[in-house]
């Protein structure tokens, strides 16, 4: 005998909502303290060096991660400054708080799939399964791809015209991390066309022709949402967001139509 579970009603969903909320924001607010409150200090352990957490408020994880952020990002002729007595404590406030939603991702998709869960069938709880590993894989060569190529480029070129006007070329610390922050993110959500674009094909609320007919309002839309989310209103950098999303959405067409497609 199969037993049936018995249904909720709206104010259990919402208590379950209200519980599994908090349980996101003490994750997130229990790691973004630990980023600030400590540091890595190298130890040595038996001959053997080791990074291991330290209390510190002032070297703590976020102002050694905006440290690297610094090197790998910004040209040599830029510096970092400070331009009023709480903006580096901000900044790092701000930062802690994105390490902390990014160390607690595993426990925020956890809760938030436990609520829509019950409400899907089965088939549909394996698809959402299946495209959780290459959601995660393609957020992740987003941002790396943000981080390692488009960000310093784009810094570098924006810089390059201040630099051969002025002496010395400035950005403040927190226009610093909103712009690299900005841009992480922005290219994590960006590279997730496919999932999206093969998510609304095979749950039936478009045809896989729908892709190939309507690229051209495609191109408008992502070009767009590129001049948008980039910094300057010069028209170049947009394209550094709107043409790899471009080829995502080609990509992910010929995926669909292999896949899903009509034989």
Do not use: C
């Not at 610093?176 to 997730?192: D, M």
């Not at 022709?209 to 300057?232: E, H, L, M």
């Amino acid at each position: 005998m199969i037993l049936l579970a018995k249904e909720m009603s709206i104010l259990d969903h919402i208590d379950e909502l209200r519980t599994r909320f908090i349980r996101i924001i003490i994750t997130i607010g229990a790691l973004a303290l630990f980023s600030f409150s400590f540091g890595l200090r190298e130890f040595t352990i038996e001959g053997t060096k080791i990074l291991l957490p330290f209390p510190d408020t002032f070297d703590n994880l976020a102002s050694q991660a905006i440290r690297m952020f610094e090197q790998d990002l910004l040209p040599d002729y830029v510096r970092v400054i400070v331009t009023a007595p709480s903006q580096a404590l901000v900044a790092q406030l701000y930062f802690a708080l994105f390490l902390g939603v990014v160390l607690g991702m595993p426990i925020i998709i956890r809760e938030i799939s436990a609520f829509f869960g019950p409400a899907l069938y089965s088939d549909e709880r394996k698809r959402l399964l299946k495209l959780a590993l290459p959601a995660t894989f393609l957020f992740l060569i987003g941002a790396a791809f943000s981080y390692i190529l488009i960000t310093p480029f784009t810094i570098d070129f924006l810089y390059r015209y201040g630099f051969n006007v002025v002496q010395e070329t400035f950005i403040t610390i927190d226009d610093f991390i909103r712009f690299v922050l900005l841009f992480t993110l922005a290219f994590g959500l960006s590279f997730q066309l496919p999932i999206l674009m093969w998510i609304l094909t095979a749950g039936g609320i478009v045809e896989p022709t729908f892709w190939r007919k309507n690229i051209s309002y495609v191109v408008i839309i992502i070009t767009i949402y590129g001049a948008i989310i980039t910094p300057d209103g010069s028209g170049i950098t947009m394209w550094f967001v709107a043409g790899p999303m471009l080829i995502l959405y080609v990509v992910g067409y010929f995926i669909i139509n292999r896949s899903l497609g009509k034989k």
